[in-house]
């Protein structure tokens, strides 16, 4: 239930409101956007109508989103994330790059100086790699976030690392300034409770198989656990095309942005699955109107331990960052 | 198998082989781009590896492409397809606009008057309608094709109408400068091979669950039929996702200008079958590189016969037209 | 809208509704189940009301089926489709098999003989080949026609054989006992209201990407143009899985059954496209319900000109006619 | 790398070889079937060629299954898993059932009746649940875990519940004799890692969007990590169809049969989402070859707090057990 408060009513009287809600053991979140203010109620089936009666209210927004914090019938103005210093989702274009997997401190060093030299904030860099095989490069583990995190700070960069297990969160948190959930764990509901009790932003991948709906509530279980630094990401779907790795969504963009106040990405290297295609559905994202981008760049992208063949080298990637951002003005 | 003729190669000696190879029951078709000369040959499993010997030809060139006519291995030159004096392909956009249905007379004038105001310049409407169900309007008929001609010509726009039968096609061919193949014919291989006899451009539309080879496949039985004025269109596929009619593949675009040489449309209204989702997706499809758009415009959108949803109005066109006219620059 | 009618209304005043309703323009067709009596009434938004309180007139059914003449809320008893004294649709399992091109006359024979010696009852075979690629084998035509009625007569089979096009239908009807609609033609709806014109029965098979709904309105538009021989066959359908050439929908036979009142077949030799499970998929069918199977068969399935990958050979065969017909008991 | 070991090496130098092996980095896996033994050797690229001139080596098994040890190439015979004294997997049908949650310790006890009274063996009973919302009943967790295990107790049965987090295991552990991986959880590898250290059958389920070879994979990294008791399920993958929940992929068993050598099962609740077609699903799984059951039951399915819509009640379970039980001795 949303509901929207008189203009005039106090402070305290909207605080004595939620304390009493709460009281009664509902989930209650609050919003203010210049003068309006709402509360979203959640929970028990408990008959709310005389809250309509009450000075307080102005009226029952009528609302049939079941995302309730993510959706955009309870927070219309967008949700602008700050992370040290650098806005993501305020009408600017955010780059989010680096390797597939961090490889070695050598390589991790080579990827963010191509990252910074570039114009992009952003490195990126698995140290937990889900690979569906086991016998595959599983990954650095912390040794690989240590060489990140020096990597950024080298090249004055934030960081953005994959978590796989709630064991994982506390260590992912001392080394990046961004968690995220991959597209295999995007319904792990214990991992997404317990990222909502943490400070960090979180960025959440589509599942191959999420509908927009499925992946806003998973949103939803960081937002009602306590964290409101998420940001969503179009990854690609699985459909019957094969040509492709994954079929990405376009129109998943400016949908999410429609349903929800949150930032939205587009990560076209898992999208496709094609390195010559990172371009073109780099430039289609940011005219659907893409919040951000995360790109897999690799200083020799045919030795790369994973994901080689989406992921682009030095040259392809400077100049994706000039045609991405010469063309922004006119799509947005 | 594609061959290299050799650039000293003369034109009749090329003629003869050709004639030979036809004598012996193979499809072959020449093309000629700047200094190079092409053959591709197709049919029964000769062995014609004594061709590499022949002083006419320079090399056999290695292909894997199934649609020998459509492919890029083929001819390397992108086709461009001149309509009465506008050029389909050639690096330019060229936006497709009407209704899905003609209602009526005034109705289509009603439109081709938007369509020609705002710069487009072909006129789309359907005068048989592939309808889910066989009690929905079924079009007009003929007498649609009539008033869809005469709008046309008041305007100075090209029309383009749906054939979905044989036995439509001679009918089509008088009142459309282009036939369209909807979806749910794209495999319909008899109406395919007949409009490969046809002297009109075929406008191609992907089928729902066509992979990018069968789309291809579908274009090589009008070429190799005898037409080579094909346009493909994405036009949405298949997928889990029900919050939009179609999931569009914007990744069709770029691959398939990259496998094949024909020009590629998109069509975000039955890509999405949401009206507010055609603006951001036409973007989205003109930065990847479409060479055109088909667009349902109708004067009165909620009052339209069929796809009333994801039909746009006048205004919202007009919006259209310039944001992909003003973008294209960036994103070619 | 579906009429339920008063036990003892006059067969003579029943027609005359029926008259006054038809002159309406309205579509109007009659079903006798035992003493109940049905009408269902289709077309333009005239208003029915009245209806309701004629003598005639039991009540009105409220139905939301869209697929009026095909679906179970009209009539309720099974449809029996007799071809020459066969009987499909009454309980027993019919198989159709028989290879999947007609090749020569030897091999429609040596097929006969091995579809009939194994007790099968009907002789399947492609004259018109519906292939992806133009240059793949497309048919005897005719002439395989021809070989097919005269096997079929050999071996005391019916025949079944595709249609692709409206043109070919009078042909057709001069070989085949059934006439067969393949996945990529389910929607071409000229082909399905001219065959609703035809005497003989229609196989629709279900489209690779079509939903019940849109397989009960392709029917809906062959029963409405006055066929009202329909059999429908469950032939999978496209998802990411690739390992099998589609995704067989087992669900579909019993929730056809539900939906509709018309025999439902499977074909697990496209079902699956791999050879060794055309057995257990077909056990699986015949489990869930289905009428009957239609299964490729070839003497000797790895020379096949097409679908060698799915086709058995006369052991298999043998294997499967005793398996299906030992279990059916124990699952209907 | 598999390879078949000679008949007359003696045990003491296949015990030194595989500690050589081990030695040098790799993963060894031996198995023994009557006179035939099988190492699997996985890991870095080192060459093992010479392995083949090994007098211990009789020859290399060619194979291109990437699940060494879930894989049929590696393990002939079918795993037959002894849990408490009942085999799964050894040709005879196994039936899970019981509620989606546990709800309360009575309708626990009371399914447990249901269970038991109608011949099955294994209860089942989420404690903890992986709602799409977070606001919806999220499971007792450990409180319903001891419900679930005296019900079990005093009905004789086993039991059967999901784990969602690492951290849960061991308590799991506890009270249940299989432990359930959920769809959303097929890929969540450091749950799986953790299971395979555990001693307890893992029961896992296909993910929505999971290829066969996507489910052998998970089913490996369980394998892989040291616990050979891993029962496969499948339960209905997301399609465009929805009138069903899922689309249950019946060709799943009978291939996933052929590919490996673990039980398999199928889940005709979640695989359709449509009560009334639990049964004839049920029917087409047994007849396609699937080692047992996971129902969903419940004593008054209308109440249930989750998946009510695809839970059958008392009288439908009796009449299901029936079925599959007597039909059983014509699908093997």
Redesign the interface.
């Known amino acids: 239930m949303i509901v929207e408060l008189s203009e005039n009513a106090p402070a305290i009287d909207i605080q004595k409101l939620i304390e009493r809600l709460k009281w009664a053991g509902l989930?209650v979140s609050f919003v203010q956007e210049g003068v309006y203010r709402r509360l979203a109620i959640?929970?028990k089936d408990i008959d709310l109508k005389y809250l309509a009666n009450l000075p307080l209210v102005k009226k029952i927004v009528p609302s049939k989103q079941?995302y309730?914090l993510a959706g955009s019938d309870f927070k219309k103005e967008r949700t602008v994330i700050n992370v040290k210093g650098h806005s993501i989702g305020d009408g600017t274009l955010t780059v989010i790059a680096g390797p597939c997997s961090i490889e070695s401190e050598e390589q991790i060093y080579a990827c963010a100086k191509i990252v910074a030299e570039n114009g992009a904030k952003i490195l990126r860099g698995g140290a937990f790699k889900?690979?569906?095989?086991?016998?595959s490069f599983q990954g650095l583990g912390e040794e690989g976030l240590i060489f990140l995190q020096k990597a950024a700070a080298e090249y004055g960069l934030l960081t953005i690392s994959e978590v796989?297990?709630?064991?994982?969160i506390e260590l992912l948190t001392q080394y990046a300034d961004i968690l995220q959930v991959g597209a295999?764990?995007m319904?792990?509901?214990?991992?997404l409770?317990r990222l909502g009790q943490c400070k960090k932003p979180v960025f959440l991948k589509r599942?191959?198989?999420a509908?927009?709906?499925?992946l806003l509530?998973a949103a939803?279980?960081i937002l009602?656990?306590g964290n409101e630094q998420v940001i969503l990401c179009e990854r690609g779907?699985?459909?019957?095309?094969?040509?492709?790795r994954n079929?990405?969504?376009?129109?998943a963009?400016?949908?999410l942005k429609?349903l929800s106040h949150l930032p939205v990405f587009a990560d076209p290297s898992h999208?496709?699955g094609?390195r010559?295609?990172v371009l073109?559905?780099s430039?289609?994202?940011?005219?659907?109107?893409a919040d951000g981008l995360m790109i897999e760049v690799h200083p020799n992208p045919d030795k790369a331990y994973s994901d080689a063949e989406q992921t682009i080298g030095p040259e392809a990637f400077a100049i994706l960052m000039k045609?991405v951002y010469?063309?922004i003005a006119?799509?947005k």
């Open positions: 989930h959640i929970g079941p309730k889900p690979r569906t095989s086991p016998y796989m297990d709630t064991a994982d295999r764990n319904q792990n509901f214990s991992l409770k599942g191959m198989s509908t927009y709906k499925d509530m939803e279980y009602s656990s779907i699985r459909t019957f095309e094969d040509y492709t079929t990405m969504d376009i129109a963009i400016p949908i429609e999208g496709t094609l010559n295609m073109p559905m430039c289609a994202a940011v005219a659907a109107g045609k010469s063309g006119n799509v």
